[in-house]
C-alpha cells in the first residue's frame, strides 16, 4: 500500500469509496470505486496497475478510484483519441 498516505487519509479514501460504492450501484464510477477498495484489501492501492509506481497522494485524495499514475494516464488517453 502507498507508503506516502497516513493511515487517517486511507481511513477517509476508504469511507469516500464505500460511500460511492454504496450510493451510485450499478454505475461504472461504484465499479472503479469497489475495484480500489480491492486493491486496499490486497495491499496494492495506491499503486499503478500498469506499470507499478506509486500514484501521489494528491492524486488520490482528489479521485480516490484511479488505478493508473499520471504518465499511463496520459499514455491511456493518447491511445484512446487516436
Known amino acids: 500500500m502507498s507508503d506516502s498516505l497516513s493511515a487517517q487519509q486511507l481511513l477517509r479514501i476508504r469511507s469516500k469509496l ?13 465499479d ?24 501521489s497522494a494528491a492524486r488520490l485524495a482528489a479521485k480516490p ?8 494516464q496520459a499514455l491511456k488517453d493518447e491511445e484512446e483519441d487516436a
Open 65 to 72: 478510484e484511479v488505478a493508473l499514475c499520471v504518465d499511463c
Open 18 to 30: 464505500e460511500t460511492i460504492v454504496t450510493e451510485q450501484v450499478g454505475t461504472r464510477r461504484a
Open 32 to 55: 472503479h470505486c469497489e475495484a480500489a477498495l480491492q486493491r486496499m484489501r490486497s495491499g496494492e492501492y495506491g499503486y499503478c496497475v500498469e506499470c507499478g509506481e506509486e500514484i
